[in-house]
């Protein structure tokens, strides 16, 4: 109990700081907001998800306020800590939307709390278009829940990009066929390296080292002291934050040679560039962005105004691009009908901070960034399912 | 070789997250399970002067323990000593500890992430390489492994040879007749709870130089400490040491030579291991 009340309370307060926005004659309108504040994906919630909900209230309320049918609504809030625990999750989209009466529930966050999510949006009926899953089951999911959107793609394009930019660069001459490919031994990185393992060797690549490390493993220098004994032309893993970080500091270190060197989640993360600074030149990584559009870089100036940090180079533009769909229904469908606003998602193709978005038959989006390289500072898109905006692939030189 | 110097400077990041829970929970008799939230606070104080200030974590841990033994002295007396006051056994008083910093640790959480947010603090210390028998290993490890050296050492001749030392190893052997001989048991044991958390977040600061972090992270490290006070026996610095070098020893051997996936599971089969043969801990007394 005792466990409960101080997240409430906490809960409370953070809503009672946003609640500040001076709301005159209007009338107001809760949203409710469920993603991690505390807990192993708290950190990433911190940098993708938080700081575009504010931004997006802060935008809509500066246009005047949602137009809904006549009526304009200021939007309020109302956010709640799950803790990363799914069952945290469902509880508090029930409380939202049976105590707290709110009209609209963003997604949560994460590939695993969407999905654990997603029978409760279902059963009540509420538009789910998800900005953080990524997932190879749109299919199966779109049949049983026909409110769930997917967004951010799945293991097997991710994969096929990745092999993609990969056989790139080593019939470019600028690696060999050797391969050192780890993960973090977490739903993630064992999906991804399963999907990579056979779609490399197919690509006539080579396996010289692979292993696994449990999740929140502090020191990975064994890891890549090994990996350096096997002198490969190309290093991949399939991390996590922490370890993306941890990583990439060893291999500066060890000064691990490379032509190209990859991290998944983080790699993404202002962080990453504010801590390794030069040294991140030509590291790829997991997602992208079309960063020299002007769509995301006006939407990365807003994101820095409003929230005082920067997006990051993946989720963030979608988190906040799935909030513009949402946004842009309610308003055309002029009432909060939920069915014919899910109706409305799907006929409909949507002009976002990513850039347009229309969902295929199984409510996925077809099109997402799957590689991004560091290139002077700036994490820009080098391979996609089909994002205008990507650039050249660089060779990895020294460290700096 | 290498193998041997990586474990032991494993070993050294371990020391420096447990010794402040062994004297806690050792001298003090106070179970803390917000132990990782004073680690994690002193870490984020270490990346906030690196980042706004270039000042290195170095020097901050200077500021960084006087001002965590003051709170934790504060701690103890206002939130702890009461409970030590009215226990009347050495068990009530570990369930009503663990209960009450149960709570603190989640108000710390709370308290932490208005503070400071919840986005990852993470940056560059000395990440160059340090060359040691021909091998390379990152500098701001080796920095801490000798900073825990001289923590850890300091603290064993400073209990084991000094005045004050010896009346905190009294009240940690037999409380009641510590009393007998003068020594102020109350006031020393918030001398010892607050050394303890200095001690922490002065690992907190020094491991954040390599160890990405943030707000709710700090159970991780309560974990880790706990597994490695219980392993080394509760009360003892030497038990502490040596639990914590056997860990990173044995973790990088399992990493380098078996598997890294298994790292998790040879510490915990080793801590089943310890507790099968020496429920006491290595260097343990046996409890009446």
């Keep these: ?400 | 070789m290498d193998v041997v110097v990586t474990g032991l400077l494993l070993g050294g990041t371990y020391a420096l997250i447990a010794m402040g829970l062994n004297l806690q929970y050792g001298m003090a008799r106070i179970m803390n399970l917000a132990n990782g939230e004073m680690l994690v606070a002193g870490a984020f104080v270490a990346f906030w002067f690196w980042t706004g200030g270039q000042i290195s974590p170095l020097l901050t841990v200077f500021l960084v323990a006087p001002v965590a033994f003051l709170l934790n002295w504060l701690i103890y007396v206002i939130f702890l000593r009461p409970l030590a006051k009215r226990a009347k056994s050495r068990g009530q008083l570990e369930v009503d500890a663990i209960l009450t910093t149960f709570g603190l640790s989640f108000v710390a959480v709370g308290l932490m992430l208005a503070f400071f947010g919840g986005e990852y603090f993470s940056y560059s210390y000395l990440s160059t390489p340090v060359y040691i028998f021909g091998d390379t290993y990152g500098a701001n490890r080796v920095t801490a492994f000798l900073a825990a050296v001289l923590i850890c050492g300091a603290l064993w001749l400073w209990l084991a040879r000094s005045r004050a030392g010896m009346t905190i190893r009294a009240i940690s052997v037999a409380p009641e007749s510590a009393r007998l001989v003068g020594i102020d048991v109350r006031r020393t044991a918030a001398l010892a709870f607050a050394l303890g958390g200095a001690v922490t977040a002065t690992g907190g600061s020094l491991i954040s130089t390599f160890l990405t972090l943030d707000a709710s992270t700090g159970v991780i490290f309560t974990l880790k400490a706990l597994v490695i006070v219980i392993m080394g026996g509760v009360g003892d610095v030497r038990g502490t040491i040596v639990a914590a070098l056997l860990l990173g020893l044995l973790e990088t051997f399992v990493a380098r030579l078996i598997d890294p996936g298994l790292t998790l599971a040879a510490a915990y089969l080793l801590f089943v291991v310890i507790l099968l043969f020496r429920p006491q801990g290595l260097f343990g007394r046996p409890t009446a």
Excluded: C
């Excluded at chain 1, 292993?211 to 493993?217: A, I, K, V």
């Excluded at chain 1, 960063?291 to 939407?299: E, I, P, S, V």
């Design chain 1, 1 to 400: 109990m005792k466990r409960r009340t101080v997240t409430k309370l906490a809960a409370l307060a953070l809503a009672a700081g946003f609640a500040g926005v001076p709301a005159f004659a209007q009338e107001v309108l809760k949203v409710g907001a469920v993603a991690p504040k505390t807990g192993p994906l708290a950190g990433g919630a911190a940098v993708s998800y938080w700081p575009n909900v504010k931004l997006w209230v802060s935008d809509v309320n500066g246009r005047g306020g949602l137009k809904v049918g006549g009526k304009t609504y200021k939007l309020e809030v109302i956010e709640y800590d799950d803790q990363t625990n799914p069952g945290e999750t469902i509880k508090a989209v029930q409380r939202l939307v049976d105590q707290d009466k709110v009209k609209i529930v963003l997604p949560p966050y994460s590939t695993g709390l969407n999905l654990a999510a997603a029978p409760i949006y279902a059963r009540y009926g509420l538009p789910m278009i998800t900005s953080t899953t990524t997932t190879d089951k749109a299919d199966e999911l779109s049949k049983q829940f026909p409110n769930v959107f997917i967004t951010l793609g799945g293991a097997k394009p991710t994969v096929k990009s990745v092999v993609d930019v990969m056989t790139k660069l080593r019939d470019r001459g600028d690696i060999g066929k050797k391969l050192a490919m780890v993960n973090v031994a977490d739903a993630f990185g064992i999906e991804l390296m399963n999907e990579a393992k056979p779609a490399f060797k197919a690509a006539g690549f080579e396996l010289v080292y692979e292993t696994s490390y449990p999740l929140g493993t502090q020191d990975l220098s064994p890891v890549v002291k090994a990996v350096k004994a096997a002198s490969p032309d190309a290093f991949i893993a399939w991390s996590y934050p922490p370890d993306t970080f941890a990583l990439t500091e060893q291999a500066i270190v060890e000064d691990l040679k490379v032509g190209a060197f990859f991290t998944a989640v983080a790699t993404a993360f202002p962080a990453y560039s504010g801590r390794f600074g030069k040294s991140t030149e030509s590291v790829l990584g997991i997602g992208g962005v079309d960063a020299d559009g002007k769509a995301f870089q006006d939407y990365a100036k807003r994101h820095e105004q409003v929230t005082g940090a920067k997006p990051d180079y993946w989720a963030s533009a979608m988190v906040y691009s799935s909030f513009q769909i949402l946004e842009k229904s309610i308003e055309a469908v002029g009432s909060f009908d939920n069915p014919a606003i899910i109706k409305h998602v799907k006929a409909n193709s949507f002009d976002t901070v990513i850039g347009p978005i229309k969902f295929d038959d199984h409510n996925n989006n077809p099109a997402f960034w799957t590689v991004g390289q560091w290139q002077g500072g700036v994490f820009k898109g080098v391979a996609s399912t089909g994002r205008d905006g990507a650039v050249a692939i660089q060779k990895k030189g020294a460290w700096k």
